[in-house]
Nanobody, 122 residues
Framework: VQLQASGGGLVQPGGSLTISCAVSGRTFRDLHMAWFRQAPGKERELVAAISGSGFLTRYVDSVKGRFTISRANAETMVYLQMNNLKPEDAAVYYC????????????????WGQGTQVTVSS
């Protein structure tokens, strides 16, 4: 499975950004997808996850109501729409996939992509 994240950049506090992940190498609907992030000096954390069907989602409390994870199975893409960004959201965001279960904070997914940098600063 290959995961290619893109769309990171610099955004002002309160702004919005959508990052994307292109997935190949396996039947996309069989994969549960997630976005993780890691800021300098901090541990990597699960930001959001979505089931293969798209019916189940999971978010870390700090982004609920601001971030939305979605997937387009026909295009084998997964997205993270981020609204009302805060400086503490700045991190490298990683796309990840799991073939067995909805990704959770306590379990490392099977596959990882490279990160995309999100910077939140005025």
């Amino acid at each position: 499975v290959q995961l290619q994240a893109s769309g990171g950049g610099l955004v002002q506090p309160g702004g919005s950004l959508t990052i994307s992940c292109a997935v190949s190498g396996r039947t996309f609907r069989d994969l549960h997808m997630a976005w993780f992030r890691q800021a300098p000096g901090k541990e990597r954390e699960l930001v959001a996850a979505i089931s293969g069907s798209g019916f189940l989602t999971r978010y870390v409390d700090s982004v609920k109501g601001r971030f939305t994870i979605s997937r387009a199975n026909a295009e084998t893409m997964v997205y993270l729409q981020m609204n009302n960004l805060k400086p503490e959201d700045a991190a490298v965001y990683y796309c990840a996939a799991d073939q067995s279960t909805l990704p959770s904070a306590g379990r490392s997914p099977d596959y990882w992509g490279q990160g995309t940098q999100v910077t939140v600063s005025s």
